[in-house]
């Protein structure tokens, strides 16, 4: 939306994605639940009911003593995946909010076109997207080639296998979770304010730092989220595009989920991935002040 | 304001430059995928570019397995899209529509999915149907697809209908409609243009998902599942000639789907509105 539009629809546009849904009383008290009986049965059942199940097992034969086994066991894989996932959310903000600044600022008419360039990776299959990176990075491939030449790697050298090769892949497949989050917060931010901070003698610099990255907090937060996440529980990029020196958390589970008898430290593996990634989401989400989510 | 005015202009183009390069970072990859659905490799593996081929656009269904795979994927999605639109939508409604005790509670359970890793939430699944002893196939894959789903749904379309005049329900009653005419006149084309927008993210993620999916199939194999599995083996041709036809045949269907629709804000894909969404209300 450009600053040009009729102020009406500005301000509606506004309420419509930002505002709450307080709602109304239902005439009858038992409306909404029957509306919230089918979806939120099944989230029970198919969502909750397994937290509960994986938690009991985590506990299993072992009891606490499950965590710390599994913890000692795999600390050099567990460190590994929260820093691949760091490295990778990092390079993903680097690359993907200039990206949606100059689109949300600068994409003027072709604005929807550059959107769908960005979610376009989507329209193809996780596996085959991370197959295409297998064949960029291959040996005799484009990328090895272009780091022979400028001398970064010896001839007799490749990526594959390498950190960099699955952090690269893994900033890849979810860029356009940034992108798209960041987007949104700039596109909505009012350009009034910039004006503002403009004949308030604030320089472009200073205005972006006062007002449009505050602002656009919202968007980097959900972002960060958004790409950190499936980028900690990944085992596809490892196992495609790694090696033994890049075994993350998800490899051991897919490794061994079949296997009966590894299940209680497995559980308790998954789980631990999952509560550090929750106590992290609530942590970072009182570092930005978005509190809603926490 | 003491900033030269070159010294802009430079950071400017910088900006655009880096923008540029990072669209080509997305674009690249997706542009492999379509090429080298033309090579004619030289071994088992699709890695290594050989030379211009049509042979894998002429057979397409020379590996039964992969095709099987597709069909069996594609199945999969037509149900769990209907199911999942379906009761997430019904679930954004009374997000939207009402005020009742435990929204809270509800809207919580309901983004909670979307920021659990997805090797934990199918793995704990996954503890569930193996402790009631169920075995997994069509019907765990179902289950699985559309326990994420739903929260896509709920959120897509609850960004969509909020700030909606329900009122005119209302009116509708009032002026002698029955409750199906309302529905059919009033509230069906409010809430259409989210629905539609969530069906199809549906769609698509029900083909895109790998690792819940895998955790849960058992010996069924939908067409990621079929690739992981190939991965050792061979890496046809023919996984690129589908990707492309799927990717064209998407890209048309969007296209239609946007021009069709066209009102400004509906051009956002959905996933637009699902990730903001999800986090930022």
């Known amino acids: 939306m450009t600053a040009a539009a009729a102020p009406s629809r500005f301000r509606r546009s506004r309420r419509d994605r930002g505002g709450d849904d307080t709602g109304v009383p239902a005439r009858r008290w038992f409306t909404p639940w029957l509306l919230i009986a089918p979806g939120g049965l099944w989230l029970l059942i ?51 909010y200039p990206l949606a600044y100059v689109i949300a600022t600068k994409g003027g008419k072709y604005k929807n076109f550059l959107l769908a360039l960005v979610v376009l990776p989507f329209f193809v299959t996780y596996l085959v997207r991370t197959l295409s990176w297998k064949i960029l990075l291959f040996d005799g491939g484009p990328v090895v080639g272009i780091l022979h030449s400028l001398g970064i790697l010896n001839e007799n050298q490749g990526v594959l296998g390498s950190p960099f090769a699955v952090i690269a892949a893994l900033t890849y497949n979810f860029l356009p979770f940034m992108v798209l989050p960041i987007y949104v917060s700039l596109e909505k931010l009012d350009r009034r304010l910039l004006d503002a901070a403009a004949d308030l003698y604030s320089s472009p610099a200073r205005a972006f730092r006062k007002v449009t990255l505050p602002l656009s907090l919202p968007g980097l937060f ?71 989510i926490a | ?39 004619e490799p030289t071994g088992k593996y699709n890695y290594v570019w050989n030379k211009f081929s049509l042979a894998g656009w002429a057979d397409p269904l020379k590996y039964p397995e992969l095709t099987d795979a597709l069909i069996f994927s594609l199945k ?25 005790r435990a929204k809270g509670v509800i809207g919580a359970i309901l983004i909670l999915p979307l920021t659990m890793p997805e090797v934990a939430l199918g ?52 002026l002698g409609a029955s409750s199906f005419r309302t529905f059919r006149k009033i509230t069906l084309p409010l809430i259409a243009p989210g629905v539609v927008a969530a069906a199809m993210l549906t769609f698509a993620l029900s083909l895109d998902d790998f690792i819940i999916t895998y955790l849960n199939s058992g010996l069924d194999n939908t067409f990621p599942i079929q690739i992981w599995n190939m991965k050792r083996s061979k890496i046809p041709v023919q996984i690129n000639v589908f990707s492309t036809a799927l990717l064209v045949i998407s890209v048309i269907l969007a296209i239609t789907v946007v021009v069709g629709g066209n009102r400004r804000s509906r051009k956002l894909a959905g996933l637009t509105e699902v990730s903001s969404a999800s986090f930022t209300s």
């Open chain 1, 46 to 96: 198919f969502f909750i009911v397994p937290l509960f199940s994986l938690g009991r097992l985590s506990l299993q034969s072992g009891g606490l003593s499950n965590y710390s086994t599994v913890i000692s066991d795999n600390s050099t894989v567990i460190i590994r995946t929260f820093i691949y996932a760091t490295i990778s959310t990092i390079a993903a903000i680097i690359i993907g």
């Open chain 1, 222 to 292: 959900a972002g960060t989220l958004l790409t950190f996440i499936p980028a900690a529980g990944d085992f596809v990029n490892s196992e495609l595009l790694g090696s033994e020196r890049t075994v993350m958390i998800g490899n051991i589970i897919e490794k061994n989920f079949g296997k009966e008898f590894f299940r209680p430290e497995l559980s308790a593996l998954s789980f631990m991935l999952m509560a550090i990634i929750l106590i992290g989401v609530i942590i970072y989400a009182r570092l930005l002040g978005t509190e809603e």
């Open chain 2, 1 to 39: 304001m003491n900033t030269p005015n070159w010294l802009r202009a430079i950071g400017r183009v910088s900006l655009l430059i880096w923008a540029a390069l990072g669209l080509l970072f997305l674009f690249t990859p997706i542009l492999i995928t379509v090429i080298y659905s033309f090579n």
């Open chain 2, 76 to 100: 999969i999605a037509i149900v769990v899209t209907v199911i999942a639109t379906l009761l997430g939508t019904l679930l954004a409604m009374a997000m939207v529509k009402y005020k009742f």
């Open chain 2, 123 to 174: 793995f704990s699944l996954l503890t569930l149907f193996v402790a009631v002893n169920w075995s997994r196939g069509f019907v765990t894959i179902i289950i699985a697809q559309v326990m994420f789903s739903v929260s896509y749904v709920a959120t897509t379309v609850r960004a969509r209908i909020r700030g909606f005049d329900w009122r005119l329900e209302e009116a509708s009653l009032d």
